[in-house]
Each structure stands twice: as C-alpha cells, then as structure tokens.
C-alpha cells in the first residue's frame, strides 16, 4: 500500500496540474470503485471544477467547485495517471503507469473539458472514489478514526509520546504501523525510523523512555521529508509530475538491505518479522 510520501508526492502533482479544469464526463465500470449516485455525479461532479488537491493520512481530496469533494483511497493496487499535455502517474509500480490507457485495470475516467483525461487504475479492485460533500468529508468513519499527521505543525514529540500510550504493551513497530495511533506510517518508514533511532522494532512501548520516544520522533519526520523529497519509495515504474521515478529507496538506511553491512556500525542488517511484518534491522544498532 503507498505510504504517505508517497501519496503526498501524488498530491503535489495533482494540486499542480488539476487545479482550474473543469469535468466534461466521468466513466467507470463497477460501483465498487466508483460508488456514487448518478443523480450526484451530474449535479455536483459533471461540470464542476477542481479548486484544490489534499491528502488526509494515505487518502487523497480532490475539492470542487461544487463544494463536493472527490475521495480517493488507493488501497493495495491503485494508481491515479494523468494524461494531457504532461503526463503524471503515481500509486502501484506496474505498466499501467507508462502505458496505454484506459486499460483492464481502469476503474474511472474522469474527462476534463481541454482534452486531458484522470484514470483510477486498481488491478484488485480494493480502492475507491468517493463524492461527498466537502464539509461532510471529515466526518466519514475513515477520518474520525485514524491518527494526527507526522507532518503537522501541531503534531510534537510530547503528541507522540502521548499517542504511543494507547499501545502500551504492543510492540513499537506495530504501534507506529497503527493508523489510528500515527496517520501515514507503512512498512518502510517504520523500519527506517527505527533504525535512525537505534530502537528494536519489538520493544514494548511501555518499555521505552521519553528520550527514546523523541528520538523516534525525530527520526519518522526526518525519514518522511526525505522521501517527499525524493519522490516517494517505488522503485519501479513510478513517474512524479516532472516524469522522475521516486528514489528514495537509493537512499534507504536499511529497508531492503538484508545481508549488507550496516551503514552506521557495519555489522549486517537482518530481515525478520514483526507485528506480522518483515523488517529490516541491525542487530547490533538495535538491541532489544
């Protein structure tokens, strides 16, 4: 699933390139994926105009003129690829990013009136885009339930430590992985920020200290600038607005790095698995 660089990157390319067109028709071909009424879709989608494009957490916001707001949750296997006189793809690394379009993953088109065309790609069909009034948005269940951004300005070490205490006994790795404690954190980037922290992803919450929190603190922000930065972590057929395929995994630390040596101490990172999850880690940076 994209994490939130990565869905921030998506947000970015969107915000540029979708602001100021107006939807001429939309396309889709299951209600899963597209679960509106049609009545809704042409009063308030059809003929609308995109203002603005946000994220909440891994969930994408693109505001109308209408004041309805289309929500987009990528899930697993979803793409949103842009074509007109730039062409912007980003979510799941596969060809449907690069190539023809639409294709047997394209779930809805949406046909702006200059010509150039949004697809919603998901192979598995777990992903969806939503029409809802914009100032309902944040009343969905999704949004009522899940943690403050790590990005925030509001978002401090001592929030941090005081969302970590609702998972006191569950490892740290499965509490920072957890939604409704921290919005935006996958795989990646808690192996990354554990590892900057020299925290083993199995300590039990309770067991660390305030000193340890922060520096785990410290270290997610750090983590999710940098691959903002970069572009996002696929490795793999993912193109940014500019056509760039994201990079930040050229400069992991230790995803992905098992059986190399530890860029900090030099002993050799190992894969285990945690929370249900494989991790990446150095024993010897982190002792449990």
Same mark, same amino acid.
């Given at each position: 699933?994209?994490?939130?660089?990565?869905?921030?990157? @998506?947000?970015?390319?969107?915000?540029?390139?979708? !602001? =100021?067109?107006?939807?001429? #028709?939309? &396309? *889709?071909?299951? %209600?899963?994926?597209?679960?509106?009424?049609?009545?809704?879709?042409?009063?308030?989608?059809?003929?609308?105009?995109?203002?603005?494009?946000?994220?909440?957490?891994?969930?994408?916001?693109?505001?109308?003129?209408?004041?309805?707001?289309?929500?987009?949750?990528?899930?697993?296997?979803?793409?949103?690829?842009?074509?007109?006189?730039?062409?912007?793809?980003?979510?799941?690394?596969?060809?449907?990013?690069?190539?023809?379009?639409?294709?047997?993953?394209?779930?809805?088109?949406?046909?702006?009136?200059?010509?150039?065309?949004?697809?919603?790609?998901?192979?598995?069909?777990?992903?969806?885009?939503?029409?809802?009034?914009?100032?309902? @948005?944040?009343?969905?269940?999704?949004?009522?339930? !899940? =943690?403050?951004?790590?990005? #925030?300005? &509001? *978002?401090?070490? %001592?929030?941090?430590?005081?969302?970590?205490?609702?998972?006191?006994?569950?490892?740290?790795?499965?509490?920072?992985?957890?939604?409704?404690?921290?919005?935006?954190?996958?795989?990646?980037?808690?192996?990354?920020?554990?590892?900057?922290?020299?925290?083993?992803?199995?300590?039990?919450?309770?067991?660390?200290?305030?000193?340890?929190?922060?520096?785990?603190?410290?270290?997610?922000?750090?983590?999710?600038?940098?691959?903002?930065?970069?572009?996002?972590?696929?490795?793999?057929?993912?193109?940014?607005?500019?056509?760039?395929?994201?990079?930040?995994?050229?400069?992991?630390?230790?995803?992905?790095?098992?059986?190399?040596?530890?860029?900090?101490?030099?002993?050799?990172?190992?894969?285990?698995?945690?929370?249900?999850?494989?991790?990446?880690?150095?024993?010897?940076?982190?002792?449990?």
């Amino acid at each position: 699933m994209p994490e939130l660089p990565e869905v921030e990157t @998506v947000k970015l390319g969107l915000q540029r390139l979708l !602001v =100021g067109k107006m939807v001429k #028709s939309v &396309d *889709f071909d299951t %209600e899963k994926s597209f679960p509106n009424a049609s009545s809704d879709v042409r009063e308030f989608l059809v003929g609308s105009e995109v203002v603005l494009v946000n994220r909440r957490a891994k969930v994408l916001l693109i505001e109308l003129s209408s004041k309805y707001s289309l929500v987009v949750h990528l899930k697993m296997t979803g793409q949103l690829v842009f074509r007109g006189q730039e062409q912007f793809g980003a979510g799941h690394p596969n060809d449907s990013l690069i190539g023809d379009l639409p294709d047997r993953s394209t779930r809805v088109t949406l046909t702006f009136t200059d010509g150039s065309k949004l697809f919603f790609n998901d192979q598995r069909k777990f992903g969806w885009m939503r029409l809802i009034p914009t100032a309902e @948005v944040m009343n969905i269940d999704f949004f009522q339930k !899940v =943690g403050p951004e790590p990005l #925030s300005a &509001d *978002f401090t070490a %001592e929030v941090f430590h005081e969302r970590l205490q609702r998972r006191k006994n569950s490892t740290i790795k499965a509490a920072i992985l957890d939604q409704t404690v921290l919005a935006g954190i996958g795989n990646i980037y808690a192996d990354e920020g554990l590892w900057g922290a020299k925290i083993h992803p199995a300590t039990r919450v309770g067991q660390l200290s305030r000193q340890q929190t922060t520096r785990l603190y410290k270290e997610l922000i750090k983590v999710l600038r940098l691959s903002i930065e970069k572009g996002g972590s696929t490795d793999k057929n993912y193109v940014d607005a500019e056509g760039k395929r994201g990079s930040y995994l050229a400069f992991a630390q230790v995803f992905r790095r098992e059986g190399k040596p530890c860029l900090r101490c030099g002993h050799m990172i190992e894969k285990i698995r945690v929370a249900g999850r494989g991790t990446h880690i150095c024993t010897a940076c982190q002792k449990l």
